[in-house]
């Protein structure tokens, strides 16, 4: 079965202890079956904290898998204080879980073929700001069908250099509701896809979208309060405080009041800051469209629901920088502060297709949005 990947992947290699965003805390390590037999045999390195029998004492049972049990810290009991992982000096890179060996690499697989995907880290986000071209792999032949052909146009349409991720995301919204119209009226093509996509009408499409009034303190609002709802647990397990502390408190200080004409000028002068970026943010857009849009067992109706979450994950990554930026007095924008606050977002949102709907189920009136509610969220 033929492999696809993108072209920085095999560059990859993990940082270790010049890593900003370890993989070593706040998130669930899964251990498979057969790692924890190996780990019943083995005994912790001398230098873990806590001394327990095996390796297998570390783990326990959460939402139907093994995982390892965090410290009072959140991080994984087998990292040492330069952040580097006790295990691997002790016993090398085969002791490992398959989780730690391939993150953050992810392997969908097709009837037809394999995706290798490579979702945020701070190593990776570094490949794309290094990489001149980072070109996503096309699917093989016999792969192809009328959703990979989707997935293509869209991610298409964030290379173009000419407009904002903002009017991209918009314009690519409509025509994919559009487009699950028509399969719902069982007149989804080829053809219809290629005119959806077809200059002539996206720039119809272009110019329609800029009539719109769409008022920035309007969407600065929604973003606020879609923010802290997705931080409300992570805050009840003091998970990712180190970030979210910096900037839930003026998230809630904004829902209570601020100056409406000094909040517009900040929000254009971020856009300036933001702007800066816009080369690593549509690579950014493509790996996500590449990574979750289009599922093993997936139809159009959850490539929309997909897409809904991608663009709520970018408007959170930019409100959270928003929201830092004020925090740090409206200074540059620095690179290193964008790489991990798109690593903490897209951990926060790093949920399993399932969750996702029953999020989306549970906070809004319907599962598959309005493009006016898209709108909303998104701005220009």
Not at 24 to 53: F, G, H, L
Not at 156 to 162: G, H, L
Not at 324 to 346: F, H, N, P, S
Request: net charge negative; charged share 30%; with cysteine.
């Amino acid at each position: 079965m033929e492999r696809i990947k993108p072209n920085y992947y095999d560059r990859f290699t993990c940082i270790a202890d010049k890593c900003t965003f370890t993989c070593c805390q706040e998130w669930k390590i899964a251990v498979d079956n057969e790692t924890n037999r190996k780990w019943k045999k083995k005994y912790p390195p001398q230098e873990v904290k806590v001394q327990r029998k095996n390796l297998s004492a570390y783990t326990t049972k959460k939402d139907g898998g093994r995982v390892i049990r965090l410290d009072e810290e959140h991080k994984c009991p087998f990292l040492s204080e330069n952040r580097l992982c006790r295990l691997v000096s002790a016993y090398g890179d085969s002791v490992l879980s398959e989780t730690c060996t391939v993150f953050p690499r992810e392997v969908h697989r097709f009837e037809t073929h394999e995706e290798v995907l490579m979702p945020c880290c701070p190593a990776v986000i570094d490949l794309w700001a290094e990489e001149e071209n980072v070109v996503f792999p096309e699917v093989p032949e016999n792969g192809r069908n009328l959703r990979t052909m989707i997935r293509e146009k869209m991610m298409e349409m964030f290379r173009n250099k000419e407009q904002s991720i903002e009017e991209t995301l918009l314009e690519s919204f409509y025509i994919l509701l559009e487009l699950y119209q028509a399969e719902q009226e069982d007149t989804l093509s080829e053809e219809r896809i290629e005119n959806y996509f077809s200059r002539e009408a996206v720039k119809e499409l272009k110019t329609a979208i800029l009539a719109i009034d769409l008022p920035f303190l309007d969407t600065m609002d929604e973003c606020n309060e879609l923010l802290q709802d997705l931080a409300v647990n992570y805050q009840k397990e003091g998970l990712y405080q180190d970030y979210l502390t910096k900037i839930l408190p003026l998230a809630e200080q904004l829902s209570e009041r601020y100056d409406a004409d000094e909040m517009e000028q900040k929000g254009q002068d971020f856009a300036k800051q933001w702007e800066k970026y816009r080369k690593l943010l549509a690579v950014f857009m493509e790996n996500e469209l590449f990574s979750d849009l289009l599922m093993p067992d997936g139809d159009l109706e959850s490539m929309v629901i997909q897409m809904q979450w991608i663009a709520m994950e970018y408007t959170m990554i930019r409100h959270s920088l928003f929201l830092k930026w004020m925090q740090d007095g409206c200074r540059d924008l620095a690179y290193e502060t964008l790489r991990d606050y798109l690593v903490l977002i897209t951990r926060m949102t790093g949920y399993e297709e399932d969750d996702i709907y029953e999020y989306l189920e549970n906070s809004f009136d319907e599962l598959v949005w309005e493009w006016g509610y898209l709108s909303l969220i998104v701005g220009k």
